[in-house]
C-alpha cells in the first residue's frame, strides 16, 4: 500500500502522540522555530524520530496544494482494528461506553467528518461493517484532522451480531429514522448508549435497524429531506453530551 502523507500542526502532533510508530519520515520547514514547531519537535524527541528540515517548496510539493503549516510527516497506511480490539477496548474502559456505528458510509470524506465530529464527543470507536463502508485512506485522514488517528476505528464482518454483543453488555443502541416518530432531543441518550447513524438516502439497513432499542429523527423544518451523515451524527451525540453533563 501506498505511503500516507499527513500535514498541518494538529494533525502532525496528533500522529506523534498517538501513532508514532506509522511515522517514517518526519518533514519540518527550515527556519521555523516558533513555540508550535517547538512543540512538535519535543514529541519527535520524545518518540525519537528523526527530524529533516526541508525547504518550504519542498513541503508544498509533498501537500500537493495544501496548507502545511510548515511540517509534514511521510507514514505507513493506517489501518482499521477488528473485533478482537473492539472486545479489548470495551473490557479496558473506564467510563460508560459511547459509541458511533455507521452503517453503509462509503464515502472517505463523510468517514473522515464523522471521525472527526466523533473525537469532539467523546467517542470511544467508531464501528462498521467490512463490506459497503469507506476504508480508511489518506483522503480520510485528511478529512479528519487527526481524529483518525485519535478515534479506533473498527470494522466487524456482522455489524447486526456485533449490535448484539453490545446490548449483551448492557449498551443500549439507538437508530436514527426519518420516518420515526421520536425527536432526538426527547430520547434518553444517558447511559452506556451506541449510536446508528444509516447510509445518506438509504438510511439503516433492515437488518441493523431490527437490532436498535429505539429510533430517533432530527426535526426538519426545510425542504431538503435529510442531512449529511457527519452533520447529523454531530447533532445526535452532542445531544447525548448534553444529557450526560447535565
Given at each position: ?206 437488518l441493523t435497524r431490527e437490532h436498535c432499542d429505539q429510533l430517533v429523527k432530527i426535526p426538519m423544518a426545510g425542504e431538503v429531506s435529510s442531512l449529511n451523515v457527519s452533520v447529523a451524527a454531530g447533532i445526535c451525540l452532542f445531544e447525548a453530551v448534553r444529557q450526560r453533563r447535565l
Open positions: 500500500m501506498q505511503d500516507e502523507i499527513l500535514f498541518g500542526q494538529h494533525a502532525v502532533r496528533t500522529a506523534l502522540k498517538k501513532d508514532a510508530k506509522r511515522i517514517k519520515r518526519l518533514l519540518v520547514q527550515q527556519g521555523r522555530n516558533d513555540e508550535r514547531m517547538q512543540q512538535v519537535l519535543e514529541l519527535a524527541a520524545g518518540a525519537r524520530i528523526r527530524v529533516e528540515r526541508v525547504s518550504r517548496q519542498d513541503l508544498e510539493r509533498l501537500a500537493e496544494g495544501g496548507v502545511h503549516q510548515g511540517v509534514l510527516v511521510v507514514c505507513e497506511p493506517i489501518r482499521s482494528h477488528d473485533e478482537a480490539y473492539l472486545e479489548r477496548l470495551l473490557e479496558g474502559l473506564d467510563s460508560e461506553p459511547f459509541l458511533l456505528v455507521l452503517d453503509g458510509v462509503t464515502d472517505p470524506h463523510n468517514l473522515g467528518a464523522c471521525l472527526r465530529t466523533a473525537d469532539a464527543a467523546g467517542v470511544q470507536a467508531v464501528i462498521a461493517p467490512k463490506d459497503k463502508s469507506a476504508p480508511l485512506n489518506a483522503t480520510v485522514s485528511k478529512v479528519a484532522c487527526g481524529a483518525a488517528e485519535a478515534v479506533p476505528y473498527v470494522q466487524v464482518t456482522n455489524l447486526a451480531r456485533t449490535l448484539q454483543s453490545l446490548q449483551q453488555r448492557g449498551i443500549w443502541i439507538t437508530g436514527t429514522a426519518g420516518e420515526t416518530e421520536q425527536l432526538v432531543y426527547q430520547a434518553n441518550l444517558k447511559g452506556p448508549m451506541a449510536l446508528v447513524m444509516g447510509a445518506e438516502g438509504k438510511g439503516m439497513r433492515r
